[in-house]
Structure formats: C-alpha cells, structure tokens
C-alpha cells in the first residue's frame, strides 16, 4: 500500500486525536480532574465527525491503518512498560486468583451477552474491558479477532461510562464492607479498568491501598498478553481447527511479550520505558481516532441496550467475585 495513499485518512485522524488530547487539558483546568480520557474522547470526536459529514474517499485507507496496524504496534509497545517481576513478590494464592477472576469474568461475560443477543465478537470485547483494563483491553482484543469498528466503538463507549461510575462505587463499597486499606486496595486493583483510576478509586482509602491497587492492577494488566494470544489463536484457527485458515500468529502480541521480558530483565533503559509508554498512548489515542471514523452510530445506537445490560451484569459478576477473593485470601 503506498505511503502517500495513507497520509489524508493519517492526518484526518491525527486531528481527531489532537482535538481529544485539547479536550483533556480542558477537563483537567476547569474541572480538576479527567471525566472521559483523550482515549475515549478520541472515539466519539471520530464518530461524531463521521455523522456529520461522510469520510471522503481518499481518507478510507489512511483511517482503516490508523485503526488495526497502528493499534497493534500500541498494543506491542505496551510491553516496554510492565515488569513481569512484580509477580514475584504477590504469592501464589493471590497471581492464582487474579488469573480465575479474569478467566470467569471472559467466560461468564461472554455467556451473558450470547444470552441477550449480542454477536460473538461483541459478546467478547465486553468481557474482556471489564474483566481485564477496560478501553485499553477492548482496543487490543479487537484486532485479535477481527472485531469491526462499530463493535469496538459500542463496547468502548458503555465501558468508559462504567469506568468512571466503578471509580466512585469501590471507596463506597469498601466502606460498606468494612475493608481495612489493604482489602480496599486490592478491591480497587481487581475491579476497577485503568491504573490511573485505580489510584483514584483507592486514593480515599489511604496510601496503602493506593500501591496494594497498583499492584495487583498490575497483575491484571500483564494478562491481557496472554488472553489476546489465547483468543487470536482461537479465531485465526477456526475454533479449534489448528493453521486450517493459515494464518500466523499475531506478532504485535509477540512484540509485547519480547519487551515485557526485556524490561524485567532490566534491558530497557528507564528513558526508552517512559517513551515507549507515551509512544503507545499515542498511538492508542491515534487509533481510537481511526476507530471512530469507522463508526456508524445508527447501528451502535441499535445495539446500546444489549451492550449496556451485558456490560453492567459483567461488571456485577467482576464485583462479586472480586469480594470473594479479598474476603478469602486478605
């Protein structure tokens, strides 16, 4: 595909995306805090542009690259950013246990949204944004398995408006439970989607709980690795019929696993640690970006009901077992 035919759709969505990154700072300054990251708001600035003008031609290809390869090459750098050692110092029991919470919350995620009529695909992106890091889980997923934007778009949307009402409900609920600092910490780090929220849904807590969060957040975020492989096998073998379809295996997911074991090893100097992070939050945002100048909001509107009873009943599930867990091993 020539350069040059990408650089319109390219530099539309690089648009987008400045426009969703200028509308942070605005939060940030008026309001204290961020309501809805550049992340989010790069999707519904690309959706909302798209409704009100069709995308021309020449911008098709620069924004379908924006939208998949782009993202895979986020997805990758990813790995720069996490240390595979942290697992270390958690124990077994509680590693063990964040592993079956994600697992359960995919499986019984995606059975409840089969069972309200949602496509296998969607049934998936909303399991795996509650059970493992929201926006930035369902973003990586989707390429894994071909999920098309609009999917993308509807499970991102309904997830980020959940993301912000989790962060108010675990202070409240860990007060209700009576959860020291460290069980509220570690209800935070296991239900709530991005690391940054952890910090202010567990903030109220006490500064404990802020790193047990962060902790345990962590554990959470380092699988999304491995249940983007596991599904991309699936999906690229036909559920189960091996190479049938010939297709290889996705080497942005190789890519990300490559530098998480390179910066536990401690090969990664600090500097390259923090660009690669900032590097794919750009390339996230840019992304999104993409996605959302793909999107038909007619058909995400159609499908806003079931989406947002499957999220809200995956994420009653994540919770309930999330209690379980800090009820048990804290």
């Avoid at 003008?53 to 990758?76: N, Q, S």
């Avoid at 600090?270 to 100048?293: K, N, Q």
Wanted: charged share 10%; hydrophobic share 65%.
């Amino acid at each position: 595909m020539p350069i040059r035919s990408l650089l319109p759709g390219l530099a539309f969505a690089s648009a987008i995306a400045l426009a969703a990154f200028a509308l942070e700072q605005v939060q940030l300054a008026l309001l204290g805090k961020v309501w809805l990251d550049a992340l989010v708001l790069a999707i519904l600035l690309g959706a909302c542009a798209r409704s009100l003008r069709p995308v021309p031609d020449a911008c098709t290809r620069g924004i379908t690259f924006a939208a998949k390869p782009v993202m895979e090459w986020a997805v990758a750098l990813m790995g720069a950013t996490v240390s595979l050692g942290a697992l270390a110092g958690m124990g077994a029991g509680l590693v063990a246990a964040i592993v079956a919470l994600i697992a359960l919350t995919i499986a019984l995620g995606y059975a409840l949204g089969r069972w309200l009529g949602l496509s296998g695909r969607m049934a998936l992106l909303v399991a795996c944004g509650n059970a493992i890091c929201g926006n930035s889980a369902i973003a990586a997923v989707a390429p894994a398995i071909d999920a098309d934007g609009d999917d993308v778009a509807a499970s991102i949307g309904f997830t980020a408006v959940l993301g912000i009402a989790v962060v108010l409900i675990v202070p409240v609920l860990a007060g209700a439970l009576h959860l020291d600092a460290v069980r509220g910490g570690m209800l935070a780090g296991l239900t709530v989607y991005a690391v940054p929220q952890v910090l202010a849904a567990a903030h109220p807590l006490g500064p404990i709980a802020v790193q047990v969060g962060a902790l345990v957040k962590l554990v959470r975020v380092l699988m999304l690795g491995p249940v983007v492989a596991v599904l991309s096998l699936v999906h690229r073998g036909g559920g189960g019929r091996g190479v049938a379809k010939g297709r290889s295996f996705p080497l942005f997911i190789l890519g990300f696993l490559a530098l998480a074991v390179a910066h536990t090893a401690g090969m990664i100097p600090p500097a390259l640690c923090d660009a690669a992070h900032h590097a794919s939050l750009l390339l996230t945002v840019l992304a999104m970006a993409g996605l959302g100048l793909s999107v038909d909001l007619a058909l995400v509107a159609r499908a806003g009901l079931r989406v947002s009873a499957s999220a809200i009943l995956c994420l009653m599930v994540l919770f309930a077992m999330a209690v379980l867990i800090v009820r048990v091993l804290a």
